[in-house]
């Protein structure tokens, strides 16, 4: 069954830290490109983190610095490790695989997780 499963979210006061891991399967997690997504109540998906299949990260402005990404290949999972949380930082995050790498960012997405809820208070 091809499917991405993620999981660490939680709550956390503002200055916290989370993992988020998104566990791959059903495919070749090698092959594709991979990335995490955040959706905040009322607003529009964005685009938090990429990382291609050879490693390569890039993030948005609003959390570059704060947030790594990274990848197993032997355990086939995606990390999105989180520190100095904010509350804006609020949100679903979801994880997703993508076929194509250009302009910086994983594209070409096919694959998505269910989402897990990470909550920050000040």
């Known amino acids: 069954q091809v499917q991405l499963v993620e999981s660490g979210g939680g709550s956390v006061q503002a200055g916290g830290s989370l993992r988020l891991s998104c566990a791959a399967s059903g495919y070749t997690y090698s092959t594709y490109c991979m990335a995490w997504f955040r959706q905040a109540a009322g607003k529009e998906r964005e685009s938090v983190a990429d990382?291609?299949?050879?490693?390569?990260?890039s993030y948005a402005e609003s959390v570059k610095g704060r947030f790594t990404i990274s990848r197993d290949y032997t355990k086939n999972t995606l990390s999105l490790q989180m520190n100095s949380l904010k509350p804006e930082d609020t949100a679903t995050y979801y994880c997703?695989?993508?076929?194509?790498?250009?302009?910086?960012?994983?594209?070409?997405?096919?694959?998505w997780g269910q989402g897990t809820l990470v909550t920050v208070s000040s």
């Open positions: 997703a695989a993508g076929r194509a790498w250009y302009g910086g960012r994983c594209q070409n997405l096919e694959l």
């Open positions: 990382i291609d299949n050879r490693g390569f990260a």
